[in-house]
């Protein structure tokens, strides 16, 4: 089933940007002004996150909005009043609505697969060369052998770490 694209008028908060209008596949245009009433779709560029952002202009002032925030606040209703846009399959670029949800910042944290990861990585075993022996995870080691940087060790970033050859298991 082929989904149809539609739009709404771009409101954020309590400003509505009359010349503006988002779809509910993520893309944003222009409805063109007084003098041309041609619409074109706005080209979408990342910032320094990842998220895609665009500019709109109204009185003369441009400001810059997320794209999946401005899909949001046209197409998914916000009964909580939740304060963040989370993205349900962590691509930042797909501002699809059914991709789009509202959410807490702990729902944020829990949601995806970050938090995994960030655990795995603390929880990845490493093996000292000079002393023969393996460590369930860097923090264990760090703190049984009182040194910093293993991870950095691990990955090739740096040498040693304390004076020791490091490698994960």
Not at 31 to 43: E, V
Not at 105 to 112: I, N, T, Y
Request: charged share 30%; aromatic share 8%.
């Amino acid at each position: 089933m082929e989904i149809v694209e539609q739009w709404k008028t771009v409101v954020y908060k309590d400003e509505t940007y009359n010349d503006y209008e988002v779809s509910n596949l993520g893309r944003v245009r222009s409805l063109g002004n007084d003098k041309s009433r041609k619409t074109k779709i706005l080209s979408q560029t990342e910032n320094g996150c990842k998220y895609l952002k665009v500019g709109l202009s109204k009185n003369g002032k441009v400001k810059t909005f997320k794209v999946h925030i401005l899909v949001a606040w046209a197409w998914i209703p916000n009964p909580d009043n939740k304060p963040t846009v989370n993205h349900i399959n962590e691509n930042k670029h797909d501002n699809r609505v059914e991709n789009l949800e509202w959410a807490t910042m702990s729902e944020q944290q829990r949601h995806g697969t970050c938090g995994e990861r960030k655990a795995k990585k603390r929880g990845r075993k490493v093996y000292c060369v000079e002393l023969d022996k393996t460590f369930d995870s860097i923090s264990e080691a760090e703190r049984l052998i009182g040194v910093k940087s293993i991870n950095k060790a691990c990955r090739g970033k740096q040498k040693t770490s304390g004076g020791y050859h490091w490698k994960y298991v």
